[in-house]
C-alpha cells in the first residue's frame, strides 16, 4: 500500500514516514500544501496523512479541492490538541479521521489501517484467503498456520492483493501502489515477485489473467491460470 504523508515539521514529517515505511508501506512525504496538493492530485495513494497548519496552502483548502476533483483517497488529518473547530472544518472537507498532536504513533498506525479496511471493504485486521493468513497488525503471514517470511516488497504486494481479493489488478495499478516516487519503477520485477510468492506461498490463490493482470482468489482452481502463469 501506498501512503502519502504532507506535515511540514521536518522531525515530525521523518518519524512519521519512518514508522509508516516500517510498517511496511510505500511512502512519499511534502512539507508544504502546494508540493502536497499536486502530489495527491497526480498519484494514485491509498491513504493520506495530512497536517491542517502548512505554509502555501493550508490542509483544509487542500482537501477541499481534492474532493471537489472528485479524489476519493481516504485522508487522515492532523490537528492541535485542543483545536475542535479544526477537526469539524476537516471533517467538512473531506477527511476520514484525524488525529491530535502530540500522538503516539502506534495511534497513528491503528487509525491507518482502519481506514485501508474501510476503503477495501474488510471488517478486521486479518485478511483471509483459503489457507493464506496476513495480520495488518503485525505484518505477519501464515500459510496453514505457519509463519512465512516475505521480503519487504513481497508482502506490499500480497497486502495490496489481499485487500483487494477478488478483483483482478493490473501490473500497472500494481507498480503505482508499490514503490514509492523516488523508486526505479519496472513492471518486469512483478512478474518476478508474484513468482515467488507463488513458491512461498504453496497455495493455488494467486492466479495470473493473461493481459489483465492478477487476482488473489481461492475460489478460483485453474481458470484464470489456464490462460498462462
Known sequence: MRLLVVEDDKDLNRQIVAALEGAGYAVDSARDGEDGHFLGDTEPY???VLDIGLPK???ISVLSAWRKAGRATPVLILTARDGWTEKVQGFDAGADDYVAKPFHMEELLARLRALLRRATGHATNE???GPVRLDTRTSRVLVNGSTIKLTSHEFRLLSYLMHHMGRVVSRTEIVEHLYDQDFDRDS??????VGRLRKKLGADVLHTV???GYVMDASVAGAADSAGR
Open 188 to 193: 518486469n520485477t512483478i512478474e518476478v515477485f
Open 127 to 129: 485478511l483471509v484467503c
Open 46 to 48: 491509498d491513504a493520506v
Open 210 to 212: 493473461r493481459g489483465l
Open 57 to 59: 496552502l493550508d490542509g
